[in-house]
């Protein structure tokens, strides 16, 4: 026992000395949550918009004042021709116009039916999307505002409620994927780098010459790099909680659970990495590609994975990414318990239990 | 010396599928011999070495190492031997004073032990001073000794030294090989490769092998006569140049 609390030692001093990468190692997560929740977004806020007013009535002065209210749209300027919303597109000082025709509010009086254009700068589609809706749906308040009283025959109404996110927050989405993001990146690969290492040093033959047991050696490297996880974990939550406004709806205790188990996950990943490479290139390089690139790409977190090929859905469910963040969505935001995620985590503690064995059985005792 | 051989090895092999690393290679290593074993790039002298530290199981042929089976007791071997590798094998983030604690310790020593014994090395190789210094701001000559002495720190019976002097200056040289005549005197058997021959010439007994076989072994005057020659390099080079495989 006590040799491996000497192991241990070892780990910490190596990563307490090396203050460049422990610099990166805890900054990470802080400046991820801090730029993803505040410079990346995908909430589209104050967009400038134009009006073309051909009619100038109570109803267009109405519509255009509703928009102005929300916080979606600033009212860049009032324009009085085609020519102009062109132009005025084309130096892209506007990212959507709203253009009202003549007669606008006698013919929605007299004929029941009034036209209102929306034009979208979609050279960035999502934008563009984003924008009409907000817009169409601030056009139907009105409309509806307008019916109060009138019986309208056969109006389908449509309601949204936008369930666990009303304020359709995108840190709600990234805080999960972050999160799976780090603990991949620091358990697996810093992991694998570590034992590595020792054996492009040559100090894995000293220490598998001495009498310390090759399980001791793994856990005792594993060590340090879960307690960093959970250190991280930690700042994580912290910062979304304090600062994005993110709740923590489901039990903590099970939350925390959770990331102990994927964090496992990631470090035995890692030791089966230190196995295959012979080189800390070589580590650091299967870590970012092999899992760092499939944990953005297949977890659900930026591409939605219900989009893809058949194919690549499968493939994704090898990911151990995507089983957390499920997890940490369902448990985190929407605030179930392990009576909708139990599957989820058990995939991934089988998952765990594979790649251990794996990894354990390949940790090569003799150096062939 | 006593009866019962250090190390004693019998038709050790290794193949690595077609090729035979080592060949039934047979010989004995006494206590407290300086033993030098020699071969060039390739002969099959590290993995030899390897396969009796337990880094690397024999293919056939059995050996004992401090009196202990090689393949059934692993365990108690790993306890009996020190190792120094080719490579440098001290951890250069970590101080003289914590290495040593934790080579130490992964022996098992007690912390007096460790207390005791890395003062002890300290005062004998003069570094004191530099105790809590990284061992990688050391010059490699300091580093050499540094990990023969904590390779010696559990007071092993048999030492093992795989090319412990490569990229070392003379007079280094020279002060290591005061020290593995200390060790030696104290009844350690030192097991020592080396390409330098100047350094054969300081075993009690060398053998050197040739395409994974031991083509001579005895004291380094015994084979120098037995050869017709002045010196080990001679004799070195008449048996490696009958070699027909080439580097590894």
């Not at chain 2, 056939?60 to 692993?74: H, I, K, M, N, Q």
Request: aromatic share 10%.
């Amino acid at each position: 026992m006590k040799q491996f609390l000497y192991f241990i030692r070892k780990e910490f001093y190596h990563l307490l000395r090396d203050r460049r990468t422990l610099f990166i190692l805890f900054g990470m997560p802080i400046t991820q949550i801090l730029i993803f929740g505040f410079a990346l977004t995908n909430e589209v806020k104050n967009s400038a918009i134009a009006i073309l007013d051909n009619s100038k009535d109570e109803a267009t002065a109405a519509i255009i004042h509703q928009l102005e209210a929300s916080q979606y749209f600033d009212l860049l300027l009032n324009i009085n021709s085609n020519a102009e919303l062109e132009s005025t597109f084309q130096q892209g000082k506007i990212r959507m116009a709203v253009v009202f025709p003549e007669q606008f509010q006698r013919s929605l009086l007299h004929n029941n039916l009034a036209q209102v254009q929306l034009i979208a700068d979609a050279t960035d589609p999502n934008v563009a999307n984003t924008l009409t809706t907000y817009a169409t749906s601030i056009i139907m308040d009105y409309q509806q505002s307008l019916s109060n009283g009138i019986p309208i025959p056969l109006m389908v109404n449509t309601e949204m409620r936008m369930l666990y996110n009303p304020q359709m927050k995108g840190s709600y989405n990234f805080v999960p994927g972050v999160m799976a993001m780090v603990l991949m990146l620091v358990g697996a690969m810093m992991t694998s780098i570590s034992i590595v290492r020792e054996k492009e040093l040559g100090t894995m033959e000293v220490i598998l010459v001495s009498p310390i047991v090759p399980m001791r050696i793994i856990i005792a490297k594993m060590i340090p790099y879960l307690i960093l996880s959970m250190v991280n974990i930690a700042s994580i939550l912290l910062l979304s909680v304090y600062a994005l406004d993110v709740p923590i709806r489901g039990s903590l205790v099970l939350l925390v659970a959770e990331c102990f188990l994927f964090t496992l996950t990631a470090l035995a990943l890692g030791l089966l990495i230190s196995s295959v490479s012979g080189s800390q290139q070589v580590a650091m390089l299967i870590s970012l590609m092999g899992l760092f690139l499939p944990t953005i790409m297949f977890s659900g977190f930026m591409f939605p994975v219900e989009n893809m090929p058949i194919p690549l859905q499968v493939l994704s469910n090898l990911v151990p990414a995507k089983w957390f963040y499920y997890i940490v969505k369902d448990v985190m935001i929407k605030g179930t318990g392990l009576k909708t995620v139990w599957m989820e985590t058990l995939i991934l503690a089988g998952m765990l239990v594979v790649l251990l064995t794996v990894s354990i059985r390949k940790f090569k005792v003799r150096l062939e | 010396m006593s009866s019962q051989p250090s190390i004693s090895v019998s038709k050790l092999t290794k193949r690595f599928g077609d090729f035979t690393a080592v060949d039934e290679i047979t010989f004995d290593v006494h206590q407290g011999e300086i033993f030098g074993f020699l071969g060039a790039n390739g002969a099959g002298k590290t993995t030899a070495m390897r396969m009796l530290c337990g880094l690397s199981l024999p293919t056939s042929g059995t050996a004992t190492v401090a009196g202990f089976d090689l393949s059934s007791e692993p365990e108690q071997i790993k306890k009996s031997i020190g190792y120094m590798s080719q490579k440098f094998s001290l951890y250069e983030d970590l101080t003289i004073r914590e290495n040593s604690r934790f080579y130490g310790g992964i022996y098992g020593l007690k912390d007096q032990q460790i207390l005791q014994r890395t003062q002890e090395m300290l005062d004998h190789l003069k570094l004191e001073s530099q105790a809590d210094t990284l061992v990688k701001s050391l010059p490699l000559g300091w580093k050499q000794k540094l990990s023969f002495a904590v390779a010696l720190m559990h007071d092993p019976k048999i030492v093992f030294l795989d090319e412990p002097t490569g990229g070392v200056d003379p007079v280094t040289r020279r002060e290591f090989w005061t020290m593995i005549y200390a060790a030696a005197d104290r009844g350690t058997t030192v097991f020592v490769t080396t390409h330098y021959m100047d350094e054969a010439e300081y075993c009690d007994r060398v053998s050197i092998m040739v395409d994974g076989k031991v083509q001579a072994l005895d004291t380094p005057s015994a084979l120098s006569k037995q050869f017709g020659t002045k010196g080990m390099t001679e004799v070195f080079i008449q048996l490696a140049r009958k070699a027909t495989r080439s580097d590894n």
